[in-house]
Nanobody
Framework: QVQLVESGGGLVQPGGSLRLSCAAS????????MAWYRQGPGKQRELVAG?????????MYADSVKGRFTISRDVAKNTVYLQMNSLKPEDTAVYYC???????????????WGQGTQVTVSS
């Protein structure tokens, strides 16, 4: 009864920017952390960025995106964002939203996933 919906993906030229959004909805008691993963062609899914706590919570980034990507969270909207700047062809991947949360259905803390949004960086 929890859904994560990503948006903001698309085609962009190298050096361009995109802003991904992920909104969580449904029977949510509390979200403890949200993160972005990505999976490029023929590659393993990897953690891109994560954020914990409230709006002042800590964040972390993969070395490959550090300094270029920024993760942020709107707690009131149950939404996480990923601002991607200076995009490179190697950033091409399906980007997946992840949330570690407690559902009101069973009060268990579990990970939930969105269906992914395609980001293609190409000239």
């Amino acid at each position: 009864q929890v859904q994560l919906v990503e948006s903001g993906g698309g085609l962009v030229q190298p050096g361009g920017s995109l802003r991904l959004s992920c909104a969580a909805s449904g029977s949510i008691f509390s979200i403890y952390a949200m993160a972005w993963y990505r999976q490029g062609p023929g590659k393993q899914r990897e953690l891109v960025a994560g954020i914990t706590g409230s709006g002042s919570g800590g964040s972390m980034y993969a070395d490959s995106v550090k300094g270029r990507f920024t993760i942020s969270r709107d707690v009131a909207k149950n939404t996480v964002y990923l601002q991607m700047n200076s995009l490179k062809p190697e950033d091409t991947a399906v980007y997946y939203c992840n949330a570690n949360l407690k559902s009101t259905v069973d009060m268990h803390i579990e990970d939930y996933w969105g269906q992914g949004t395609q980001v293609t960086v190409s000239s």
